[in-house]
């Protein structure tokens, strides 16, 4: 019993260890966000300040990491498909007076807030860094001050 | 005036601040459970007598200050316990095609309390993340529990018990676990501590389920201690609005020499994805070479598989951090990180150096 349960032990740590031992994906046949080629919105090409594109520059390739799925941090997820509809007009779990995303109000949606660092709690995201830089952040800005059509 | 104004402000944070880390390999290399040294069950956070007594003993290079030897954090009879901990951090990310950028300051002030209302049977306690923003509670749970806890109740808010309970919160097999020391949630876990068995089950809200997505999450975890280290296994079912998702985990610990060695292995299956399921894995393998007492050296080794029905999108993460514990109430941490993913995207392939300061009282 004792004996098995060493070989099993030894054997995670040999397997953790091959396969963390690899290298990142070639990439082939994915786009910039690891996804399918043709799957989502083409990520390559300037950010704009339209949805699609912050989707495909920020909120797929790095938001994602943690809000998606069934986990998503405060129940936020920001997939393509849910993202808008989670964003737009709904009160922030952490702030409920504010809206995550107040449309024609960059000052007062809390993304803007959780982005630039100046949120009233919690971290300052993306959650450890790298921060997203001030021409990102100013298209987004550009995006709710539109209005932040879909 | 403005600079010494700066240290005493420092030097008061330290003060009133204590170590509370949960590094589990501490735990693996002392052959300890979790809950020999820190008052949650489940590890993390205030540590108890036995714990401030280790860091005192055990961890740091040299003995504290003269002023603060015997500080256990008891008060009134060992019916208060207080504690904290501070981390104050200055990052470099390098990132192909863009200017490195430099960031620094407070990553996260907290306060602890336990209160023993019934010495050994029932108690409460307290994690405050008082910085930095707005003060924001991290755990508050009401524990009901046997002498020894032998078996024990929490009630409130709290992390769950899934996998090795890492100080670095954005470790792979954390981030995909969705479970980690940022992330608490409410429900009921009831436990078990004997001499070979740390065995929890929870039932919670679940963390992504606020606001217009509803459900809950059942999570089970079982260690067995041996001797030579320790084999864990956890599991986590959410039902939610937002799509079903189950996780396992395997991870166990051990010791070679003056190495101590984690792994963790993770497989989420997630229905909460646009094209349907998505599975994943993370893998972790930590080891950390104690150099002598005081010097740590761990280097780690992750990998992360975001969609195991995609080919060539896997991630690692290699990290090497020197961590040096002059005294028990200090830690100094120095380390660098090297990301690796698909080369389209730039910041999956970042690289990173931190020094980080820590409180320990």
Known sequence: MRRAFVWALGALCVSAGLVAGCGGGSGAGLDANGRPLGEGDDPSGPMTASFSSIQSHVFTPICTACHAGGAAPQGLRLDATNSYAMLVGVSSAEVPSLKRVAPGDANNSYIIHKLEGHQSVGARMPFGGPYLDAQTIGLIRQWIDNGAQK | ?361
């Open chain 2, 1 to 361: 005036m403005k600079a010494a104004r700066l240290l005493m402000g420092l030097a008061l944070t330290l003060l009133l601040s204590a170590a509370a880390h949960a590094e589990p390999y501490l735990a693996i290399r002392a052959g300890l459970k979790c809950v020999a040294c820190h008052v949650n069950p489940t590890g993390g956070g205030l540590r108890n007598m036995v714990g401030n007594a280790f860091v005192q003993g055990s961890i740091a290079a040299n003995a504290p200050p003269e002023l603060l030897q015997g500080w256990n954090g008891s008060l009134l009879d060992d019916h208060l316990r207080i504690g904290g901990d501070f981390r104050t951090a200055t990052t470099r990310t390098s990132v192909s095609g863009r200017p490195t950028s430099t960031i620094g300051g407070t990553e996260q002030t907290r306060l602890y309390a336990d209160v023993q209302v019934i010495k050994d049977y029932l108690g409460a306690y307290l994690d405050q993340q008082v910085a930095p923003g707005k003060s924001e509670r991290q755990e508050a749970y009401v524990r009901l529990s046997t002498p020894g806890l032998g078996w024990y109740a929490k009630a409130g808010q709290f992390y769950l018990p899934f996998g090795w309970r890492l100080q670095d919160n954005l470790a792979f097999v954390r981030q995909l676990s969705g479970v980690s020391m940022t992330v608490p949630d409410k429900g009921l876990e009831l436990g078990h501590e004997s001499d070979e068995w740390s065995i929890q089950l929870v039932r919670s809200n679940g963390p992504g389920n606020k606001g217009t997505t509803t459900g809950h999450q059942t999570t089970a975890q079982a260690i067995w201690m041996q001797p030579w280290g320790r084999v864990g296994a956890a599991a986590a079912q959410v039902k939610s609005t937002a799509g079903n998702r189950q996780a396992y985990g395997l991870f166990a610990g051990t010791t070679t020499g003056t190495v101590a060695w984690l792994a963790e292995i993770d497989m989420v299956s997630d229905a909460g994805y646009p094209e349907g399921t998505r599975r994943q894995y993370a893998t972790l393998l930590e080891a950390n070479w104690l150099m002598r007492q005081g010097h740590n050296l761990k280097l780690t080794s992750e990998y992360l598989d975001p969609d195991r029905n995609v080919a060539h999108d896997n991630k690692v993460r290699y990290s090497l951090v020197y961590e040096y514990t002059p005294v028990a109430f200090i830690q100094l941490r120095a380390g660098y990180r090297h990301f690796g993913g698909i080369p389209q995207n730039a910041i999956d392939n970042r690289r990173q150096s931190f020094v980080e300061l820590h409180g320990l009282f």
